[in-house]
T-cell receptor
Framework: EAGVAQSPRYKIIEKRQSVAFWCNPI?????LYWYQQILGQGPKLLIQ????????DSQLPKDRFSAERLKGVDSTLKIQPAKLEDSAVYLC??????????????FGQGTRLTVV | GENVEQHPSTLSVQEGDSAVIKCTYS??????FPWYKQELGKRPQLIID?????GEKKDQRIAVTLNKTAKHFSLHITETQPEDSAVYFC????????????FGTGTQLKVEL
């Protein structure tokens, strides 16, 4: 079974530039999460999708962050403009969800963003 | 919303000793509690989980206990080995309530020879 795919693995940008991350979840997984993990901290949920609908985006800084999940499969997370404090690893995870009992979340390798 | 607290933030044990990591949660409706292990530079991976209808679950050297009344759950690792060294995260989820998965702040476990 293929895992959660993310790209790019690493990205370095200057502050005020824009950046986009891509995630391809495990096939058939209805739930998709984007987490921000700052060095030394636990993953912080930015946004959660159920198919192509947003379930929770309460911690997404909407003035600069946006995300979409077209057709309920792949997802992109965008930051525009980036700030120094956005430097972190951005993790995508997916789970079967959809009301099933299988709630295990599988993570991608993450994208390490450095804003200079 | 759900708030998950995790202690300790760092834990150092001698090889062969046991390690215990504790978490508390705030939402009494949470009913699924996974534990993830994250090695340096790698993705978090599930090592064990427990649902609210069970008080304890064991898988070889790893066990998790859940006290719903007190809203806390713990990870127990026995006979620790150097390869157990990693960051461990607890999490809580309310199945049927959007499946929002909230993580604790992590515990850096170091197993010393």
């Amino acid at each position: 079974e293929a895992g959660v795919a993310q790209s790019p693995r690493y990205k370095i940008i200057e502050k005020r530039q824009s950046v986009a991350f891509w995630c391809n979840p495990i096939s058939g997984h209805a739930t998709l999460y984007w987490y921000q993990q700052i060095l030394g901290q636990g993953p912080k949920l930015l946004i959660q999708f159920q198919n192509n609908g947003v379930v929770d985006d309460s911690q997404l800084p909407k003035d600069r962050f946006s995300a979409e999940r077209l057709k309920g499969v792949d997802s992109t997370l965008k930051i525009q403009p980036a700030k120094l404090e956005d430097s972190a690893v951005y993790l995508c995870a997916s789970s079967q969800g959809g009301g099933t009992v299988n709630t295990e979340a599988f993570f991608g390798q993450g994208t390490r963003l450095t804003v200079v | 919303g759900e708030n998950v607290e995790q202690h300790p933030s760092t834990l150092s044990v001698q090889e062969g000793d046991s390690a215990v990591i504790k978490c508390t949660y705030s939402d009494s409706a949470s009913n699924y509690f996974p534990w993830y292990k994250q090695e340096l530079g790698k993705r978090p991976q599930l090592i064990i989980d427990i649902r609210s209808n069970v008080g304890e679950k064991k898988d070889q050297r790893i066990a998790v206990t859940l006290n719903k009344t007190a809203k806390h759950f713990s990870l127990h690792i026995t006979e620790t080995q150097p390869e157990d060294s990693a960051v461990y995260f607890c999490a809580a989820l309310r199945q049927g309530g959007g499946n929002k998965l909230t993580f604790g702040t992590g515990t850096q476990l170091k197993v010393e020879l």
